[in-house]
């Protein structure tokens, strides 16, 4: 099984939500456990005790470790403004340089102080040696994929899907409703310019056997131009092949023909995103959803959390 955007593990504490998928397709026990390469050697993230104590050649207890990180940590630093201030105030200078300054100005294309605080926290740092990188009670790979579960929430009676039609604003009112989930900026034909988006570009490389012995290696560094290695043989340990496919993975900015995949939040407020959202509010007819749809950085849980709650909610409006 390869995933062809990029690697996605499924994972949630919205035990609503994992229900819902799991009723479309069966879930394989799946933990994403993520390592990272900074200056030749080998780490695991996210950052825990085997990273400390292996990052600063010791031996320290969970209590040692957290006083230890405690000194470094920026305590003047009440509330950190951007994702550099949180690093600084949660980890100290080593670690958010060796892990994350490089790979966030690669995977961001700007500088840690330009983007929000939120993006780090999307990341837990422990003091043991769990290395589980998401602190979620439910997570797997879903056994046949999410192009087969996408089909089979989409096998209804009631929906009929039409490929490659393009939905212009006019012929919204041919409809009784519209879920927009596309760009956000591409429903408004990009009325009042370009939001910004990070799109990807993935090198497959086929090797055999095992080439790097995990699903994910993190390059933390600057100098290394991808963000990470992927090997999908790792994320479905359930099928067995003799040969590898690994991909490089490697950020920029999201051309008009590009496939968008991260919306860019920025510390200083964007003034072009709330004049689209303002248009959406203002649109009748159409409701937005989705991670483009939103222009929200949301994970596959989220985004169907966001999805079941809107449909509720239109239901009671339109109950009549
Ligand atoms: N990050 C980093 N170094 C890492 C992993 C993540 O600096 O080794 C930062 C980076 O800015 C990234 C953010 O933390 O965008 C969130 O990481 P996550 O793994 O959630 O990113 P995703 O899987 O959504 O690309």
Redesign the pocket.
Known sequence: MVHAYGPHIFHTNDDEVWEYVNQFMSFKPYVNR?K?TTKGKVFS?PINLLTINQFFGSTMSPNEAREFIEERADTSIKEPQN?EEQALKFIGPELYEA???G??RK??GKE?TE?PAS??K??PVRFNYDDN?FAHRHQGMPEHGYTSMVENILNHPNIEVKLNTKLDPSDVEDYDHVFWSGPLDAYFKHKFGRLQYRTLDFERIEKSGDAQGCAVM?Y?DEEVPWT?ITEHKHFSPWEAHDKTVLFREYSRSCEPDDIPY?PIHRTDGDTLLEQYQEAAAAEEGVTFIGRLGTYR?M?MDVTIRAALDTLAEWRGAHAS
Do not use: H, K, S
């Open positions: 993520v990272a993230l994702f892990f994350f300054l790979y966030t995977q961001w840690p983007i993006i780090l999307r990341l990188y993190n933390t990470r991260y950085y994970d």
